[in-house]
């Protein structure tokens, strides 16, 4: 059974106060609750070390938000992935719209940022989907088709158990505007399908697809209870304990 996924991209946002203290209402918010999703919260590099320290012994995991593609050398001002697992950070997002945007992160780039970041041994949450333009014209199944096939579909199927994707509408993200549960739906359908034809349907039924892109408290429960979003990938609504928690809770059992 694959899991469910709820994980909060903090962005650039929050100091080592802000962060500390986020982490400790998120944790004294999710005791409160049940749930039965797997929790992420992914805070800005300088952060990560006192996020790793500050959810010790809890079950909130700590994720990296970018990676760089070589493993050490003159490149400065990037991250390395052994510098991210040195810290005690296992999951790092990879392909997020706005590095593709604002840092041209393109294909090419991003395929090394992967076979990088799995060859460390790292799981990734890879992120991709259609720009507004895109879906008007009925071209974002085969945008997101060729996102999809010209990073990771020549991966050994061993590696696909490091992966997780989240897919995320660029017209989606920070705009307040979301897909439709039926949208997710059935863009993840699409997915999945994909990854069977080409993986087998074992490799496609056990990987978690998640939905990003103005997903809150007062949509969480609909997109989430879709047959194949397996949880989302949160950005504004992370930022406040509450609206977090009370999107952790809406994920399925
Ligand atoms: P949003 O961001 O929830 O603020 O739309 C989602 C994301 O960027 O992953």
């Known amino acids: 059974m694959r899991k469910n996924i709820v994980a909060g991209n903090w962005k650039m946002n929050y100091n080592i106060e802000q962060t500390q203290q986020l982490i400790n209402d998120l944790k004294t918010s999710l005791e409160r609750v049940t749930y039965s999703a797997r929790v992420l919260v992914a805070p800005t590099f300088v952060n990560l070390s006192a996020a790793v320290s500050s959810t010790k012994g809890t079950s909130i995991e700590v994720a990296a938000q970018n990676v760089h593609q070589a493993e050490s050398g003159a490149y400065t001002g990037e991250i390395s992935a052994d510098m991210l697992q040195s810290v005690g950070v296992k999951t790092v997002i990879i392909g997020h719209s706005e590095r593709r945007t604002y840092f041209e992160e393109d294909d090419t780039l991003l395929k ?128 406040k304990s509450a609206d977090f928690t009370a999107i952790v809770t809406a994920s399925k059992s």
């Not at 490799?203 to 979003?229: H, R």
């Open 112 to 239: 090394e940022k992967v076979k990088t970041a799995l060859a460390k041994g790292m799981e990734i949450i890879f992120c991709f989907g259609e720009q507004l333009d895109e879906r008007k014209s009925g071209n974002h199944f085969s945008v997101v088709e060729s996102q999809l096939k010209n990073v990771l579909f020549d991966l050994d199927v061993n590696q696909w158990k490091q992966l997780v994707l989240a897919y995320e509408p660029v017209w989606a993200i920070g705009t307040g505007e979301t897909a439709s549960p039926a949208q997710a739906q059935e863009m993840h359908a699409f997915i999945r399908n994909l990854i069977s034809k080409a993986y087998g349907e074992v490799v496609g039924n056990s990987i978690s697809i998640l939905y990003g892109g103005s997903v809150k408290p007062a949509n969480a429960e609909e997109i989430f209870s879709k047959a194949d979003v397996d949880g989302g990938l949160i950005g504004g609504a992370s930022l």
